[in-house]
């Protein structure tokens, strides 16, 4: 939609109307990026007071008629669940379990859940029609591996075979398969037949970005490998 037009940027930090006319030295080399990439666009930038600059405002401040907040989980058809789950009431009647199982009020719920106390914090006993739901939530966030889920979910929420669950659930993950493989392959290191007479291989780079000097924040090196 910009490339190609003739346009103006308005902007209430005075300062930046001058930003192609100051010296590049003067620039850091990531203000020169900047300013570069803005430069292939368009350099003709103006100045607009704040109380003025209402679009940008309007960008940037979206009205909200009320926060609301929408938790993944609902909480009263949890304690339902655990009510009408074998599991869990047979977990209840095992004395020779380390969990520590009692009603507890749970945030904001109208309906107590069964929760472990044995850590000192209520951990909501998950029946299993919500645990690959809890696991989805909080995975997705950031696709973390199998030792952080665990602690973030085992510090939040118990059931039984926790770790095995969320070890299985997160080797299955296809965005973590795709974007975390164990093996990676490793190209072997080249080699070069040695020259014969100078130009026969020449070697280019470039070096930086470096301090700014004349403008110049880059150096293009060569070397000839018959002669160095």
Same mark, same amino acid.
């Given at each position: 939609?910009?490339?190609?037009?003739?346009?103006?940027?308005?902007?209430?930090?005075?300062?930046?109307?001058?930003?192609?006319?100051?010296?590049?030295?003067?620039?850091?080399?990531?203000?020169?990026?900047?300013?570069?990439?803005?430069?292939?666009?368009?350099?003709?930038?103006?100045?607009?007071?704040?109380?003025?600059?209402?679009?940008?405002?309007?960008?940037?401040?979206?009205?909200?008629?009320?926060?609301?907040?929408?938790?993944?989980?609902?909480?009263?058809?949890?304690?339902?669940?655990?009510?009408?789950?074998?599991?869990?009431?047979?977990?209840?009647?095992?004395?020779? =379990?380390?969990? /520590?199982?009692?009603? #507890?009020?749970? *945030?904001? $719920?109208? %309906?107590?859940?069964?929760?472990?106390?044995?850590?000192?914090?209520?951990?909501?006993?998950?029946?299993?029609?919500?645990?690959?739901?809890?696991?989805?939530?909080?995975?997705?966030?950031?696709?973390?591996?199998?030792?952080?889920?665990?602690?973030?979910?085992?510090?939040?929420?118990?059931?039984?075979?926790?770790?095995?669950?969320?070890?299985?659930?997160?080797?299955?993950?296809?965005?973590?398969?795709? =974007?975390?493989? /164990?093996?990676?392959? #490793?190209?072997? *290191?080249? $080699?070069? %037949?040695?020259?014969?007479?100078?130009?026969?291989?020449?070697?280019?780079?470039?070096?930086?970005?470096?301090?700014?000097?004349?403008?110049?924040?880059?150096?293009?090196?060569?070397?000839?490998?018959?002669?160095?």
């Amino acid at each position: 939609m910009l490339d190609g037009r003739e346009f103006q940027i308005y902007t209430d930090q005075k300062p930046l109307i001058y930003a192609f006319k100051q010296n590049p030295d003067k620039c850091s080399p990531k203000q020169l990026r900047h300013l570069d990439f803005i430069s292939q666009y368009s350099t003709d930038i103006r100045h607009v007071q704040g109380s003025k600059n209402v679009v940008a405002d309007s960008l940037s401040r979206i009205e909200l008629n009320s926060i609301t907040n929408s938790p993944f989980l609902n909480f009263c058809e949890l304690a339902k669940a655990q009510q009408n789950d074998p599991e869990t009431q047979k977990l209840l009647q095992d004395k020779s =379990s380390s969990l /520590q199982l009692a009603l #507890k009020p749970y *945030l904001s $719920t109208i %309906s107590d859940l069964i929760c472990d106390i044995s850590t000192g914090s209520s951990r909501p006993l998950v029946p299993e029609s919500f645990r690959r739901l809890i696991f989805e939530q909080l995975h997705n966030i950031s696709h973390p591996g199998i030792a952080v889920m665990t602690k973030l979910i085992s510090a939040r929420y118990v059931w039984p075979n926790m770790k095995r669950n969320i070890k299985e659930w997160v080797r299955c993950c296809e965005p973590c398969q795709r =974007s975390k493989a /164990q093996r990676h392959t #490793k190209a072997p *290191l080249g $080699t070069f %037949s040695l020259p014969d007479a100078r130009f026969q291989q020449i070697h280019i780079d470039i070096v930086g970005p470096l301090l700014p000097s004349d403008g110049c924040i880059y150096l293009l090196t060569m070397i000839d490998r018959f002669s160095r």
